[in-house]
């Protein structure tokens, strides 16, 4: 084999090889590029001949381009007769300038860019060029022979190393690999794309010549230098960045999630607390039962005596001052109405004034959070971030398609981009036919000056459309796909940038593909940008615009869309146009829950006996009386909401109604179920007389009725106003709004139960007292029952009433008892276990019902979009930027600190599955040294005043500007007095073919400056963008949000210790406002519950007189009743939100109602000790079950709502109350005081 080897390589070297190089200089120049000269021959002296300038200028362009062409292979340095070479004078010069282009690209990393130059360098210039190169000649018309086409062999090791080495180098613009602008329209950018795509006449219309790149494998017959990591640097030349060298980045710095302690899935210690506070209170309360037990055995007595209870002294205070209230109320029955029509009809003026709103911003967003203050800081500073509108096209009808080897989505077929530019052009039309608002009027316009024409042209667009350019209305089937395919990997490149000075994402341009195979995409996009305003009236005409889009993407769906397409849209103002039309519609499920709950009262109020007394047991009219109270409470409360200045929201007039209905129904029902006690009763009270005038048995009813519920419908009422005072106090917008809207509605409902219900039970009583019909109170019988006329009057229980008596016996036996302590301590402690493993957050779909088209535009965005939202790091003024220490701290080049801005922000993108920064941020400052280093190629001036020129102005007035280096790295970056010369400059810069550095597309909006007197430029506040990833779920966005700030907290940290200055970097993106309150939902929720749960303890033990053992109780229970709805909530996949933070702050509230009337009926029984429980659920349970839990139960419509919003957190939330509530205050609360009673026996 050895001997074949040996024998090729003679006759290779015999045949095909004639000397050392194989061409030399340039011969002719073909199609505008100068083709080099067929040459055999030995190399030459490339100095040979040469004046002294030009000597100079040729040594000075191979020490900077091709170092190894001037030592031996010692590193000796050549004589200058004995520099050899294949290359002369011209080819030097040549060479020198197309590597200019490199330099911009590639020169941030110089190891990278000496290894791309020296392959140019060993083709073009190598004394053994002819080991590695063939050429194919062919002869010109005028007879010329001259080199068409070349053949390089380069060994693999180098392609592989060099393109290794670059492929880290990044475009500050964009945060791309740099190299992706030198891959033209190969789908993967390696390393033969690279090299290929250098010499590829066809596609690249830079290269002079053809060359065709072979990989090679063997060393001797190939190009086989070293080609250095990017981690080791030439002699002179300083090292790469990390940010374009991730091999030199710092390490142990890296983001790690901690791993989360589980028991079979389960938090471990939410497992252990669970599990252990079963033990405990299981093991207590078998130990209370055996000590009852042992009590219950001992006490042999069965005598029945009279206990007088011991009632305090503040419960009797408030005992008589609510027996003055409901004395007054029932003799002034008229004049109590009245006054009340009063206030309602003041609180007219409130209602007419108040503010009803669905912005989304003032529903989630706190405007004291640090979120809102940097939105209102970044909207001062930048102006507000733009308006999206947006169009999604899904091509479910066409399949993909293949070309050659490459297989392309339905996304690529042609049909698909001719629908997309008719769809792109019928909106840039919208207002054209009718003189409306145009797309050129209201569109994010960078490039448009001040006071310019607006024109179309300037508006942003992102499409793939701009890939096609002008060709866009006639599609090349031909060459569309090349076309696009060199735009994917450089939509920054000249030929793919739009006339408004940029180019389109290619994440934003398509959608609906897997990984980062955008050639399988389904989806097209179009995107406008629109300019925002802060003031409503600057607004009008943009408002207008997006109208008209709407509708006119409502009209393409539904009259002229192919079938093949799915489309969703949306502008920025449909999901607050959405949130009003759902509320407005969700009225009618609500109104019909509403209705059932009105029915069940009118039917359940009235204790009636018999169809012959019907009209007159019932109660038709104090239930509806009772229910207008509700409304006017309600009604007074919005009136309330609207003198203090209050925003409300449809989420809180949707719901507060329920809260209040249930709260104030059960006191009617209390308050008519004593009443009829009382009433039935009397001769068992000393101080009644039997010869009470008629009027005055009516005030001894109801003081003795209000002497009885008073109390407890005062502790209960000014527990609940307290939660909702103190909930008043949360972080969230929508809380503050529920709670304020809450407390004023529970504190005109008290007052008005306390009077006006009282007023029309006491003109009720007097109808019923003279056997008049309900409702028709003209008519009246003289004898109530004619078929009984003795027993008529006779007081009649209910079904409910007389069923507590053995539910009360049944549930209090001991063996009961304990079953019952057993089972709600497993539920209490089965559902500590299961409360860490609540989600926290809440979906904008659950606010919309799935038909609607913006439910399915954020299903789009969540499904199809492949980048996420950008991300601002903005830098607040203090900074010297003429200071290279402070340049470092923030630019990501060479030089620049491992802790820099725009390094941190690149080291958090490598690692996006966890920070969620999908690439490294822009660097304004990073560009301006490159835009100042290019040598006669972007910054240019007018020689006759010195102002600006853009540096595509070919006019004489215009010359390139001599800028000022620094002392700083032998001159690598401007002067501290040329950064502030030039800065303006840049920023006023479009990016060009032979400038893409320029500043004004990327960066004018993004830097403010403020020049002084003589022009020089102090750079303020600036921002750097980066992307998020692809976010689509509530835990996606809050873990984007949480490293944001994290990101920016170390960069502060950064610019402290390396420079002593307090500058603050924060991050912005247009969500962070939404979710900023999730990073603290925990501890805010639990805050919030505490403080009323706090609030609730103190009120209780105040108003019961101190009695700490019905307040013990109570309070037990109502944690218990809230953490077992936090256990519902993950059984029932109910996030934890304001919404449910809200609920849960109601939770509260309902099981205090649930208790707090047992607890007093408790207190005050005159039963015997270890009956006082059964007493008070005789007198009470029925009023619990009737009037709590069944007013209640119509919530069930709400399963029905148009949104999931309503039935996850309202429907789900509220009837797990209900049920919870009734279970604790019924079965457990009763138990439990039974155990406490027992023990101070």
Known sequence: MTLGVVILTILYLCCGVYGKCVMRSECIEIGGFPKPCPYYGDPLPVLRGLSQNETQEVLRIIEGRCPHLLTDEEGNVLPEDEILTCCDKTQLNNMHASLLLADGVLGRCPTCLRNFARQICEMNCSPDQARFVNVTEEIAPDGTAYVNEINYRVFNDFMIDAHQSCSGVLVPQTGLPAINLMCGNAPVCDADAWFGFTGDTQNNPLAPVQVNFHRWPTPHDSMNVRAPPCNESFEGDLPCSCVDCRITCPTGNEPVIQERCTVFSINCIGFSVGLVLF?????????????????????????????????????????????????????????????????????????????????PLELWSAPESRSRHELNYFNSRFGPFYRAAQVYLQFRGLDPFQVGNITYGPAFRIEALRELVTLE??????????????????????????????????????????????????????????????????????????????????????????????????????????????????????????????????????????????????????????????????????????????????????????????LIDSKVTVAVGSLLVVIAAIFCALGMMGYIGYTLTLLALNVIPFFILSVGIDNVFLMVNTLQEVDGNLKEYDDYKEDFSFERKKRFVFEKMMYTVGPSMFVSSVTQITCFAIGSLANFPAVVTFAIFASFSLGFLFVFQITTVVAILALDYTRSSQNRLDVFCCVRKKILDDDDPLTSNTPYQSVTSRLMVPYSRFLLDFRVKIVVAIIFMGMFCASIILIPQIEIGLDQELALPPDSYVYRYLQAVNE??????????????????????????????????????????????????????SRSSNSWIDDFFDWASLPDSCCKFNNTDNSFCPSYDTSLECSFCSIQRSDFANGLRPAGEAFEKYIPFFLRDTPTETCNKGGLASYFSNVNYLRDSDGRAAVYD????????????????ITAVKYGYEVSENITAAIKKNTGLDVEVFPYSVFYVFYEQYLTMWKDTFASVGFCLIGAFVINLIASGFNFLTTFAMMVTIIMVVVDMMGVMYIWNIPLNAVSCVNLIVSIGIAVEFCSHIAYAFATSSSPPQEKVADALKRIGSTVITGITLTNIPIIVLAFSYTEIIEVFFFRMLFSLVILGFLHGMVFFPVFLSYLNNLRL
């Open 279 to 359: 033990v405990i209170t299981v093991v207590i309360f078998i130990i209370i039962a055996r000590i009852e037990f042992v009590k219950l055995s001992k006490n042999v007595s069965n005598q029945e005596v009279i206990i007088i209870p011991r009632v305090k002294g503040l419960t009797k205070f408030f005992q008589w001052i609510f027996s003055l209230v409901g004395g007054f109320s029932a003799r002034n029955p008229v004049l109590i109405i009245m006054m009340t029509s009063w206030v309602i009809f003041s609180m007219l003026f409130g209602v007419l004034n108040l503010n009803i709103s669905s912005n």
């Open 425 to 614: 052009n019928a909106i840039k039309d919208i207002g054209r036919d009718n003189g409306g608002v145009t797309l050129e009027q209201v569109c994010y316009a960078p490039l448009r000056r001040p006071g310019t024409e607006q024109s179309l042209d300037q508006c942003v667009s992102m499409s793939a459309t701009v890939y096609l350019g002008d060709d866009k209305n006639n599609i090349n089937n031909e060459t569309y796909l090349n076309t696009i395919q060199n735009c994917l990997n450089n939509y920054l490149s000249f030929n793919c940038m739009a006339s408004w000075g940029g180019g389109a994402e290619p994440e934003i341009a398509f959608g609906g593909f897997d990984g980062d195979n955008i050639l399988s995409a389904d989806t097209l996009l179009i995107n406008f940008p629109i300019t925002n305003f802060l003031l409503e009236e600057d607004l009008r005409p943009v408002l207008e615009w997006e109208q008209k889009f709407i509708d006119l993407l409502h009209d393409y769906e539904d009259n002229w869309k192919p079938d093949f397409i799915h489309v969703a849209f949306g502008a920025e103002r449909s999901i607050e146009d959405e949130i009003q039309r759902v509320s407005q519609a969700e009225a009618i499920p609500i109104s019909i829950s509403y209705i059932l709950m009105f029915v069940y009262v009118i039917l359940a109020l009235g204790n009636i006996r018999k169809c012959r007394t019907l």
């Open 864 to 917: 199809l979009l492949r980048l996420g939202p950008p991300v601002y790091f903005v830098l607040k003024s203090g900074l010297n930027f003429t200071d290279p220490v402070h340049q470092n701290t923030i630019c990501g080049g060479q030089l620049c600190n491992n802790d820099s801005l725009t390094t941190q922000i690149f080291l958090a993108s490598l690692h996006s599955e966890i920070t969620h920064i």
């Open 1022 to 1037: 600036t921002n750097f963008m980066a992307y998020h990833v692809a976010l689509s779920t509530s835990k996606d966005y």
